[in-house]
């Protein structure tokens, strides 16, 4: 290895979600990695809202950590309020939001980054791919040095081609404050990718004393807080342990023997600053007025979104508050969510007021909201666009079907949440690595996960807007469900090895448990009924079962009920998938010539040709592709295969 | 998974068959479809001028069809141009004289020169691939080809029209915004939605409901226009079936002897009264026998008795204890049945049988009252005053069924306030829209285009 000419196994530019879960994958996996970026202070900073989770989004961190990703400890170690929503809609739904602390959120990731080996950080802009008759050798740096590297993967965000708007006034920039990225656009564009334009916004940031809170109603944080990764469940348990002398409610420590105060005394560092869920903090809610509509309406022409500034489609389910004034006029009042970005932060994030108006008319219009009739502004709101490359020119492993060894995550492939760069971040960086030791890609079925639901959108329909994830975008909603992610992708995770033994197999043990018990209550009887009956009755749940396991964990129990309460559906799903995976099973010859088969219409062979299916199933999914050319297209295939 | 009924180079090869019935005729049509179809004409087709593949579309040009130096029959060329064909592709059209035997010559000419002999239904799964029809036009064209009256055919020409295929069009994208509205309850957060969002989709689901079994509803007509009114004349041995039999039909049919039991096994023809096809089935005496044959026989007629459209019994109005079969089937059937007495000739005119009414099958006059009541008993099920429209099949029957019960599971989960059943009602309002799809063909399953297209006879 010595004598390799390269610096680098995987190169990671960029070290937003994407980036540093891209490189902290690699590295796990025994790669020399090198972490890019404009500024090593600024790796895993929150640039907008500093919120992990909400709907679809908790399912995708969830995931995460169920594969060995750092998003769902990252964010449960530093999190200042833990709530779950859609609580009543079922377990498929559910799902956790926490906010962590703006400040401890990157200062973690950058310790986690510290105490990796294998990785090494760059400070340098990108601006080339190093290319060598047409194969990728690295990256040139725009100060003209180059970083040899084997594979790379490219999590730039905001800052490709970054262009900040407040109202009329425009800036170039990543984030505000920020350089951007313009001369790797400009390489982008020099090798033929397809590229389009994107928007997103944040809103002004305010003095946390400015405001009076007397107007507004709390919110409250959750007791004990749900977390989102199973490190913190396990500290959460011993820290049972060690205050009340017995463990109830949570999971069983781990077989690893070690100190029993281990975790409680290593709090404060920056890895653990508090346990998960300790002194939470309130948030607030208030709401726009009639006024604050007035004032955006007489303004609307000159919002940079609005007057024509921005060429960019903008995020249609997290708009913009001039987007929600335009579109929903009959509406009285939109919810603000008042959050402090962290306990001892002054900087508050009036969640709902995101903007691209001129900052004196941001000013009128916060002030227009009961509560912040005296708000001190500390930065603006703004818009910013940014170029991304269309996502349908990559394989379902996240690489580049243009260039090999190259892969792409995050905004660059059209999506926006920390949670979706994060996701797609970690399976680039695995997905270089494996393609470095010469194994599968790790791909993720629809049916397995939203990660995979994510990446196939991704690759097989693309977007012109910002791509976030919904539970409505899943076609097997009831399988994939937060609460079951390290059950359904334990293979997956064996795969991969980031996880270590211990881990995989408590998992392992966890799931021998839960069928067992399952068996156990279908064939027990209580009066004539199995006690799996008894459990599917409404409103009925394990602890009130005659005859039960006293020794079984939350975790164990709450699977057990969903599994007996939702049985009928899971079967159903799994029905559905065994029908729909049949045309998955078809594969499309790489050969086939879509020019040769005149029978299909202009419009489907065009996009084809552009989206290459890998087979029948993905096929059906372009948009635009209808069922009777996937006819022709199987009619095809089994000629081809004769 | 199934073979596709595609042949394995449909879509690119040209297929050609004889699109007229075989038998003696006037005319006889092979019709060639495909990308040589141009290319096949010229080698087979000599006229004078330019040759098929140089003339310009929606034209025909009259000539020879030849092999070799053999001229084989004179022939009309029609040229059509994809996309505008009965399959969106090049169609050529060569109407020769009548006679299986020059139509078979010619057939064999156009696939010496390079096409290949369609399968059933090929025409059709073309138009279909081609994008020129959906799943229910197409099937609408097997309608038209079976249609037995003029009333049928005028209803598979509505729905090849396209008249059935927009209702269930409508019907799929009003469940389609449904489907996105219990998504969105899910998806966002409660305060970002209308407060109207659930009480409307509910409503919406009500009015699908309600346009399913409007839908439903027309199947009695439709299946009686497709597949014929059956109607079953049943009775003791020798009371006279085969007799009425051949009266309705006009001709001799069955064999009538004095020999009870001479009609062993059942005989089925149709024919055609007021508009309505009938499928008239003459069974086998019912009667206790050892004999093996004539008992398979009876079995086989209490069978055809239970899915008839009309039940005719015979009586003999001669025989006074011939009443013991009637007793029984009155009790357990419906409004289907009708007793007839026979052989009221044979009887004095004061007697009354206990039959709704009393007929010598041996007189026209008598016939004609039966096809008289025969009509109207059927007719209650079809407005035969009312327009002829599309009907659905017993495939959109089916489907239509289990996406109504369906929504139906929808409705009450969405009518509880037990939220937690949303989740769970999406997942069915998946499946609605599934089995809709699979109607028009918005759905792809290889099965089902299997199913459909291998049902088309050759040439269409």
Redesign the interface.
């Given at each position: 290895m010595s004598s390799h000419p390269f610096q680098y196994d995987v190169l990671v530019v960029g070290a937003g979600h994407a980036g540093y879960e891209a490189a902290l994958a690699a590295a796990r996996m025994g790669m020399r990695t090198g972490l890019l970026t404009m500024d090593r202070q600024a790796i895993g900073r929150m640039s907008c809202n500093p919120s992990i989770g909400g709907?679809?989004k908790s399912h995708i961190v969830c995931e995460l950590d169920a594969l060995g990703g750092e998003l769902a400890r990252n964010a449960d170690f530093t999190g200042i309020q833990f709530r779950t929503?859609?609580t009543?809609?079922?377990p498929?739904?559910q799902a956790h939001r926490l906010q962590s602390e703006k400040a401890a959120f990157p200062t973690r990731v950058q310790a986690v980054i510290a105490g990796q080996s294998n990785i090494h950080i760059i400070e340098a802009t990108a601006g080339n791919l190093h290319l060598e008759h047409g194969k990728l050798k690295g990256i040139i740096t725009e100060d003209g040095s180059t970083i040899l590297s084997r594979t790379v993967v490219i999590a730039t965000g905001t800052f490709l081609g970054g262009k900040i708007h407040i109202g009329d006034r425009t800036i170039e920039g990543g984030r505000l404050g920020e350089m951007g990225a313009y001369q790797l656009s400009q390489t982008f564009q020099q090798l033929g990718f397809r590229m389009g334009r994107l928007k997103t916004g944040t809103p002004p940031r305010l003095h946390r004393e400015s405001i009076d809170y007397h107007k507004t109603d709390r919110q409250p944080g959750v007791e004990p807080p749900p977390v989102f990764s199973r490190a913190a469940k396990r500290d959460l348990a011993l820290f049972h342990v060690e205050q009340s002398g017995f463990r109830d409610r949570d999971e069983r420590p781990p077989a690893s023997p070690g100190p029993a105060m281990f975790h409680v005394e290593h709090l404060g560092t920056p890895l653990k600053p508090w346990l998960p869920g300790d002194r939470q903090i309130e948030c607030y809610l208030t709401h726009t007025t009639e006024k604050t509509h007035e004032i955006i309406e007489a303004n609307l022409a000159r919002s940079a979104m609005y007057g024509g500034m921005i060429e960019g489609t903008g995020v249609r389910y997290c708009p913009s508050i001039e987007d929600k004034i335009v579109k929903f006029r009959d509406k009285p009042g939109h919810?603000v969510f008042i959050e402090p970005e962290g306990r001892d932060c002054i900087e508050i994030y009036p969640n709902g007021t995101s903007n691209s108006l001129p900052e004196e008319v941001q000013v009128e219009m916060i002030r227009s909201i009961p509560g912040l009739e005296r708000a001190v502004f500390l930065k603006p709101g703004y818009a910013i666009e940014y170029d991304y490359l269309d996502p349908t020119q990559l394989y379902h492993s996240l690489e580049s079907k243009v260039i090999e060894y190259l892969f792409m995550a995050g905004q660059i492939n059209g999506t926006t949440g920390y949670e979706e760069a994060a996701g797609q971040g970690f399976i680039a960086g695995v997905n270089a690595a494996m393609k470095l030791r010469g194994q599968t890609p790790l791909l993720i079925d629809r049916h397995e996960g939203y990660l995979g639901v994510l990446i196939d959108d991704l690759v097989t329909k693309g977007t012109d807007e910002p791509y976030r994830m919904?539970?409505?975008r899943a076609?097997h909603?009831?399988i994939l469900r937060q609460d079951n992610a390290p059950f359904r992708l334990l293979e997956k995770a064996r795969a991969i090895g980031i996880l270590t033994e211990a881990e995989l197999s408590e998992i392992d043990h966890m799931q021998l448990r839960i069928g067992r018990e399952i068996q156990r209550l279908k064939t027990t009887y209580e009066n004539g009924n199995s006690l799996a009956q008894i459990l599917r009755r409404?409103g009925m749940a394990y602890r009130g079962l005659p005859n039960r396991d006293g020794s079984l964990t939350a975790t164990e129990i709450e699977q057990i009920e969903i599994d007996l309460k939702?049985e009928g559906?899971i079967e159903?799903?799994h029905t559905?998938i065994n029908k729909s995976s049949?045309?998955d099973?078809?594969r499309i010859p790489a050969q086939l010539d879509y020019d040769?088969?005149?029978?299909l219409?202009y419009e489907s062979r065009e996009k084809l040709k552009r989206i290459l299916p890998e087979n029948l199933g993905q096929a059906?999914r372009i948009s635009g592709v209808?069922?009777?050319d996937?006819?022709?297209l199987?009619?095809?295939i089994?000629?081809l295969k004769g | 998974?199934t073979?596709?009924v595609?042949a394995?180079?449909?879509?690119?090869d040209t297929i050609a068959a004889i699109a007229t019935a075989l038998g003696e005729a006037g005319v006889s049509v092979i019709r060639i479809s495909g990308?040589q179809a141009f290319d096949i004409a010229d080698r087979v087709f000599a006229c004078k001028g330019e040759p098929p593949s140089q003339r310009s579309a929606g034209t025909f040009v009259f000539g020879h069809v030849v092999e070799g130096q053999t001229t084989i029959d004179q022939a009309l060329c029609l040229i059509m141009r994809a996309p505008h064909s009965y399959t969106g592709?090049n169609v050529v059209e060569l109407q020769g004289h009548g006679g299986h035997q020059c139509a078979k010559r010619i057939l064999r000419c156009c696939l010496e020169a390079g096409a290949r002999l369609a399968q059933p239904g090929e025409f059709t799964q073309?138009s279909?691939?081609?994008?020129r029809m959906d799943l229910v036009q197409a099937e609408a064209v097997l309608d038209l080809i079976h249609a037995r009256s003029a009333r049928a055919a005028a209803a598979a020409m509505d729905q090849l029209d396209g008249q059935l295929s927009v209702q269930l069009h409508q019907l799929y994208d009003r469940l389609i915004a449904t489907a996105a509205d219990i998504?969105?309850t899910?998806?966002?957060?409660e305060?970002?939605l209308p407060e109207t969002v659930m009480p409307a989709l509910i409503e919406r689901l009500q009015e699908s409901r309600a346009q399913c079994e409007a839908l439903l509803d027309t199947w009695d007509e439709g299946h009686l226009l497709r597949d014929g009114a059956v109607v079953v004349i049943s009775g003791k041995p020798n009371v006279g079936k085969s007799t009425l039999l051949n009266g309705l039909l006009g001709r001799d049919r069955a064999i009538v002897s004095d020999t009870p039991g001479t009609t062993r096994d059942t005989i089925e023809e149709d024919l055609v009264i007021d508009g309505i096809p009938i499928r008239l089935i003459d069974t086998a005496g019912l009667r206790i026998t050892d004999c093996e044959i004539e008992q398979i026989g009876i079995a086989r007629t209490r069978n055809q008795m239970a899915r008839a459209d009309l039940h005719i019994h015979l009586i003999d109005a001669s025989d006074p204890s011939d009443t013991e079969e009637v007793d029984r089937l009155l009790t357990n059937q419906s409004t289907k049945l009708l007793v007839i007495a026979n052989k009221v000739d044979l009887i004095e005119a004061s007697e009354k049988p206990p039959a709704e009414f009393s007929i010598s099958a041996t007189q026209d006059t008598d016939i004609k009252r039966v096809k008289r009541y025969i009509s109207k008993k059927l007719s209650a099920q079809i407005d035969l005053h009312s327009r002829p429209h599309a009907t659905i099949s017993e495939r959109h029957r089916d489907l239509l069924h289990k996406a109504d019960s369906e929504i139906r599971e929808v409705l009450s989960m969405l009518s509880t306030s037990?939220?937690?059943?949303?989740?769970?009602a999406?997942?069915r309002m998946?499946?609605v829209l599934d089995y809709l799809g699979q109607v028009t063909?918005?759905?792809?399953h290889?099965e089902l285009?299997n199913n459909i297209f291998s049902r088309f006879c050759i040439g269409k």
């Open positions: 709907m679809a929503l859609n009543r809609k079922g498929a739904v919810h919904f539970t409505s076609e909603r009831l409404p939702y559906y159903r799903e559905q049949q045309l099973r078809v040769e088969i005149t029978a219409r059906s209808n069922p009777s996937i006819a022709i199987s009619v095809w089994k000629r | 998974m073979a596709p595609p394995p180079d449909a879509t690119t990308p592709e073309r279909f691939l081609n994008g998504e969105a899910l998806d966002f957060p305060d970002e037990s939220e937690d059943l949303v989740p769970l999406s997942s998946r499946d063909g918005r759905t792809y290889d285009l």
